[in-house]
Nanobody, 123 residues
Framework: QVPLVESGGGLVQPGGSLRLSCAVSGSIYRINSMGWYRQAPGKQRELVAG?????STNYSDSVKGRFTISRDNVMVYLQMNSLKPEDTAVYFC???????????????????WGQGTQVTVSS
């Protein structure tokens, strides 16, 4: 198990900014990628931003130019600027990696999800 804990969500006005953090508190052999997903009521969970172990990033078209994903040794962040009401959702942190050297040798990836943090953009 790799516990992931999101924080930083809350209520913000349109045009405002918010920074989400995801703490990786468990043990893992190798992190291959991490990402932020979001799910609005009645909608499918979607990828917002991802970052690979090599630092390559990708974003959904809806957030390009406004959101930035970054990471350090223990945390992954999502800086959200120019927030819009349509950004309102529960945001989830995801980790994909190898649990152990054994799994790495077999290229067997595991994925882990945080519990989610609510972001509400409203006047």
């Amino acid at each position: 198990q790799v516990p992931l804990v999101e924080s930083g969500g809350g209520l913000v006005q349109p045009g405002g900014s918010l920074r989400l953090s995801c703490a990786v508190s468990g043990s893992i052999y190798r992190i291959n990628s991490m990402g932020w997903y979001r799910q609005a009521p009645g909608k499918q969970r979607e990828l917002v931003a991802g970052i690979s172990s090599g630092g390559s990033t990708n974003y959904s078209d809806s957030v390009k130019g406004r959101f930035t994903i970054s990471r350090d040794n223990v945390m992954v962040y999502l800086q959200m600027n120019s927030l819009k009401p349509e950004d309102t959702a529960v945001y989830f942190c995801k980790l994909v990696g190898f649990r152990s050297l054994f799994d790495s040798r077999r290229r067997y990836e595991s994925e882990f999800w945080g519990q989610g943090t609510q972001v509400t953009v409203s006047s």
